[in-house]
């Protein structure tokens, strides 16, 4: 990937955290959302600290408190099944406001929120700290299948292009005067949707094929080889390792 592909959750900066490399901040994110969510649900306290550390990790990064607010919000469609597991739980209940509460559903809508908000929130400071070149290009450091790494890379490189190619396609049905306003209007936008299909498809081939003939044979060559310090290993590991002994207590308390 091109550098000039940034991401909209990414925050340029100098910090600490974004000198880190960017598989230590993935196995980092990736240990401490496990420890999250292995903690009892009853050790409320707990949930408390791994904010507290999450904001530490912020204000390391240098990363506002509003700007990581305003990005959580991405989770607010995945939260409504859990809203309703109060309603429709079984087992014994609680009379909240003249709203009978299952006590199980209570308890699985704050296991869901707590531990969920804790993860989104560790991910979007990940994103926030890293880009999306070196996001990539820490997953294959990390072993992840590069076929996998491979689509994704392709799909972030390529979803401007998409993007920009419905634009266009846009104004050319505005320039025609064509304009949806109901039901008898999507045959057009089906014919759309099938054209923008073809030519991906047919970019994607042309590019397979420019590739072929650059000598690609399956796997992308790793530009950035640079061996990882002991150091750098401990800083990205401090917040894991905070966590677990919050998890530990939270167990033995």
């Given at each position: ?15 600490p955290?974004h ?11 990736f ?18 600290l791994y ?13 506002p ?58 991910s ?35 979803g ?42 047919e ?51």
């Amino acid at each position: 990937m091109g550098a000039g592909h940034a991401h909209k959750l990414y925050r340029h900066g100098h910090s600490p955290v974004h000198g880190l490399p960017a598989h230590c901040k993935i196995a980092a994110v990736f240990c401490f959302v496990l420890v999250v969510v292995s903690t009892p649900r009853e050790a409320l306290w707990a949930f408390g600290l791994y904010a507290a550390l999450l904001a530490l990790a912020a204000a390391a990064a240098r990363v506002p408190a509003r700007f990581l607010l305003t990005r959580l919000l991405i989770e607010v469609p995945f939260v409504a099944f859990a809203v309703l597991m109060p309603f429709v739980a079984e087992g014994p209940r609680v009379h909240v406001g003249g709203l009978s509460l299952s006590t199980s559903g209570l308890w699985g809508t704050w296991n869901i929120l707590a531990k969920g908000t804790l993860g989104v929130a560790a991910s979007v400071l990940l994103a926030a700290t890293t880009e999306l070149r070196e996001l990539l290009q820490g997953l294959q450091r990390l072993r992840m299948p590069p076929l996998l790494v491979q689509i994704a890379s392709f799909m972030i490189r390529y979803g401007d292009v998409i993007t920009d190619e419905m634009r266009r396609m846009r104004i050319a049905r505005l320039s025609r005067g064509f304009e949806a306003r109901g039901v008898r209007h999507w045959g057009v936008l089906a014919k759309s949707a099938g054209a923008l299909f073809i030519r991906s498809y047919e970019r994607g081939e042309r590019v397979h094929l420019a590739m072929v003939s650059r000598g690609y044979t399956g796997t992308m060559p790793v530009l950035d080889a640079a061996s990882v310090t002991r150091a750098q290993w401990t800083r990205a590991a401090a917040l894991p390792l905070a966590a677990l002994a919050v998890c530990l207590l939270g167990w033995t308390l």
